[in-house]
């Protein structure tokens, strides 16, 4: 019998609860997570077993997710070098950031506790665990950054979550951190800045944002994400995302001179080239 303690059970975390008891591993599921409304749910729901505590219960454990914002994720794996864990407990994470986890995670391989990075690239905007669902990840991108853990540990994390068919990417950390900084995080900054700008700007205009078509709403859906995560995330991935806001304001400059210069050529360009990439995406996403 597999135990996994999930730290965390808001979207993405009681979203992996709930996959991973639709999975043939059918785990026992031990949950922490301050919130009671949270907690409370989710046990009345059969999606956790037992509403624990992190370091009281970790012990018992035989894979742990960490599934809470950033910040706390790199609290945490500080914490559980501090207690008694199984000798052949997987640790893992769900953050969206993966240089500063893993640096931090490295005192918990100095004690043999085996650790493995990872990111599912699938979610949404709402938050807590009401929102979460079992087929949130279907057919999603799944990053691993490999640390100290074993093959077993990972076919077994994987087992669990086998109901998802996931597409597991393995990746360094850097590299993940620059590659999502570009498809996720430098997105969001710019999702909040439209939504943020416009607001300012038509703040004495009667009618206003409200008169917003699909496309304001679609390209800013994201912003209506959780603040407290979307800080913990520019923190912990600063600098990659600092690096790409400054190629995207001279890409954004090259674009208002062409559009100031009336250069019918460049701006065509500039559109079509996006609606070709953008209409591959959609093409990709429906065969896989
Ligand atoms: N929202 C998304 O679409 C995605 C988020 N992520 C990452 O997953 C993690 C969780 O994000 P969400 O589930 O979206 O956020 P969420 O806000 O829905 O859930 C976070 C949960 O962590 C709990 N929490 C806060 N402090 C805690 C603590 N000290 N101990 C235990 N639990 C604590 C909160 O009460 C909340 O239930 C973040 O690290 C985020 O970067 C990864 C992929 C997608
Ligand atoms: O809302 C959306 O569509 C997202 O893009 C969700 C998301 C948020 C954070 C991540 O690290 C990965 C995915």
């Not at 970790?58 to 454990?61: G, I, N, T, V, Y």
């Not at 004495?204 to 078509?213: E, I, K």
């Given at each position: 019998m597999t135990t996994v303690l999930i730290s965390g059970l808001g979207l993405i975390g009681s979203s992996i609860a709930r996959i991973m008891k639709k999975s043939d591993v059918q785990p026992t599921i031990l949950g922490d997570d301050p919130n009671d409304d949270t907690g409370q749910f989710l046990l009345g729901q059969g999606i956790i077993d037992e509403r624990v505590t992190l370091l009281k219960a970790?012990?018992?454990?035989d894979i742990i997710v960490l599934a809470g914002p950033v910040s706390v994720i790199i609290k945490q794996l500080a914490q559980l070098t501090t207690v008694e864990l199984k000798q052949n407990v997987l640790v893992t994470d769900v953050g969206s950031t993966k240089m500063q986890v893993m640096a931090t995670a490295k005192r918990l391989q100095k004690r043999q506790i085996a650790f493995m990075g990872g990111h599912p690239m699938a979610g949404s905007h709402k938050t807590g665990g009401?929102?979460?669902?079992?087929?949130?990840?279907?057919h999603a991108t799944y990053f691993i950054v490999d640390g100290s853990q074993t093959p077993a540990q990972t076919a077994q994390f994987k087992a669990c979550l086998k109901p998802a068919q996931l597409r597991w990417v393995n990746v360094s950390a850097e590299a993940h951190d620059g590659l999502v900084s570009e498809i996720s995080h430098v997105p969001h900054v710019l999702a909040a800045n439209l939504v943020n700008t416009a607001d300012h700007q038509l703040k004495?205009?009667?009618?206003?944002?409200?008169?917003?078509?699909g496309g304001f709403k679609s390209a800013t859906?994201?912003?209506?994400?959780d603040p407290t995560m979307w800080t913990a995330i520019m923190l912990s991935n600063s600098e990659a995302i600092s690096d790409q806001l400054t190629t995207y304001m001279a890409q954004l400059k090259e674009i208002q001179s062409a559009i100031e210069a009336h250069d019918a050529d460049k701006i065509y360009q500039f559109f079509e080239h996006a609606k070709t990439v953008r209409e591959r995406l959609d093409q990709e996403g429906e065969t896989q």
């Open positions: 970790a012990s018992r454990a009401r929102a979460g669902r079992e087929d949130l990840f279907d004495h205009d009667a009618v206003g944002l409200s008169a917003a078509a859906r994201i912003a209506g994400a």
